[in-house]
């Protein structure tokens, strides 16, 4: 099968791209900068190709041929993200009714059981891209995940960076709401078997344990041998705890503080799901064991849930974090972690400038 990865060079997109491979298919990898092959292990082996998912001709160009896509687009880095993941979904539902191609697969977020006028813009968004594909010919699946459980991954670097930068943790009180992670070998294994199969609709995908998010901060913060302490927080206002998180962490600030308006709700799955009739993870990795594989996957090792030399800077140890990480002495993690958070946030500012 000839399968579209939109957004290849993503987090999940790196690491579908080799199990679609491995699993016998031909793949076309998008981004929407410039293809750059030898950045990835696998760039030599697929066809890679420019694709702005809100150009047009672009997306048609991509999908020309393709049994199925995966979408794995969205534009948390900007703080204007819902307006334009609209018109790249709009765009790329007109293209797969053009070019006919059979079969649709996005990675979603979970939804919380409350009304959708009190969803966040984040999960809102997601909710909107999920039915603006559906408006498509093809058979559309998606996927909704929670939080992703391993290095590099956006959500689990927003933990490691906050367990080890922040001695004493505030917690605000709504922010004990419940979590279900699922390691981000088994999100890959779930894309790369929607691709394979017929089902439509959309699918929760979780792991086998339900934890609050500090108790999330709590199990990494062990695993890690960072002694930490939590203390409870009354009226913290979301805004300023978003705001809070872009500071201790040197994730995008608008992925951050997005990823924090949706703590406000549990992001479980929903009862009966997983539906192994769907997308079958009764053996999906439990929390402790995907958490160690994230904690000990200090570089790229053959694992999925390690880091790869082609995730984004951010999520990487600078040389100075790792040589005082080596020294094992006392606070050394804090200094280093600080130091790599304090390093992309004048590099973001300097950005800016003229």
Do not use: K, N
């Amino acid at each position: 099968m000839r399968v579209l990865v939109a957004g290849a060079t993503g987090y999940i997109g790196t690491r579908l791209v080799p199990e679609l491979l491995r699993r016998g298919h031909e793949v076309v990898a998008t981004a929407s900068g410039e293809p750059e092959p030898g950045r990835f292990g696998w760039g030599e082996q697929v066809q890679m190709c420019r694709m702005d998912a809100t150009d047009a001709r672009e997306v048609l160009a991509a999908t020309e041929g393709v049994d199925a896509l995966c979408y794995l687009v969205h534009a948390l880095r900007s703080p204007w993200f819902p307006a334009r993941d609209r018109e790249a979904a709009a765009v790329v539902r007109d293209a797969v009714g053009v070019q006919g191609v059979g079969r649709v697969v996005y990675l979603s977020g979970l939804v919380p059981d409350v009304p959708e006028s009190e969803l966040s813009p984040h999960i809102a968004s997601r909710l909107e891209v999920e039915r603006l594909l559906l408006e498509s010919d093809s058979a559309v699946l998606s996927l909704r995940a929670g939080v992703v459980i391993g290095a590099g991954s956006t959500s689990f670097e927003i933990i490691r960076q906050t367990a080890s930068t922040l001695l004493i943790q505030p917690v605000p009180v709504w922010m004990r709401s419940r979590v279900q992670p699922i390691a981000v070998g088994d999100v890959i294994r779930a894309l790369a078997d929607a691709l394979e199969t017929d089902a439509v609709g959309d699918a929760d995908i979780g792991g086998p344990d339900v934890v609050t998010y500090p108790e999330l901060l709590e199990l990494y913060a062990e695993l890690a041998h960072l002694p930490r302490l939590q203390v409870p927080v009354v009226g913290a206002p979301v805004t300023a705890v978003a705001l809070g998180a872009g500071l201790v962490s040197a994730a995008p600030y608008w992925t951050a503080a997005a990823l924090v308006h949706s703590l406000r709700h549990d992001m479980v799955c929903r009862p009966g799901q997983p539906d192994p009739a769907v997308v079958d993870l009764t053996d999906a990795l439990p929390l402790r064991e995907a958490m160690e594989q994230a904690v000990l996957a200090d570089g790229p090792g053959g694992r999925v849930s390690g880091r790869e030399p082609s995730d984004p800077a951010w999520v990487r140890a600078s040389w100075v974090e790792r040589s005082l990480a080596a020294t094992r002495l006392p606070g050394t993690t804090l200094l280093g972690s600080a130091l790599h958070v304090a390093e992309h946030r004048v590099r973001g500012l300097l950005s800016l400038l003229p």
